[in-house]
């Protein structure tokens, strides 16, 4: 069983800040990719930010230049700082990770493998 356990989402407003993080416990591959999706009413979930192993990464042409992806092997740790908010940010963002490795451009467009809960992440104008 992987575990992933998302924090740091909230209400800010257009123009500031918010960096989530993503705790992953259990039988997470090392060869793992991650990634953070969103998903907002009546709209499909969509790819935000994925990363691999080797610190490979894909964005999504919306957050590219806003956002940045990194982890923390040591600590298990997944991380998403956003900048530059927008009132189009907001949705439930989700942590995810990969059974093992990927193509990081590939699995931004369809999804991983596990899932958490998400956190709630709101940009009033």
């Known amino acids: 069983q992987v575990q992933l356990v998302e924090s740091g989402g909230g209400s800010v407003q257009a123009g500031g800040s918010l960096r989530l993080s993503c705790a992953a416990s259990?039988?997470?591959?090392?060869?793992?990719?991650m990634g953070w999706f969103r998903q907002t009413p009546g709209k499909e979930r969509e790819g935000v930010a994925t990363?691999?192993?080797?610190?490979?990464?894909a964005y999504a042409d919306s957050v590219k230049g806003r956002f940045t992806i990194s982890q923390d092997n040591a600590k298990n740790t997944l991380y998403l700082q956003m900048n530059s908010l927008k009132p189009e940010d907001t949705g439930m963002y989700y942590c995810?990770?990969?059974?093992?490795?990927?193509?990081?451009?590939?699995?931004?467009?369809?999804?991983?493998?596990?899932w958490g809960q998400g956190t709630p992440v709101t940009i009033s104008a």
């Open positions: 995810a990770a990969t059974r093992t490795s990927c193509s990081v451009a590939y699995r931004l467009r369809v999804g991983m493998d596990y």
């Open positions: 259990g039988a997470i591959s090392r060869r793992a990719c």
């Open positions: 990363i691999a192993t080797d610190g490979n990464t």
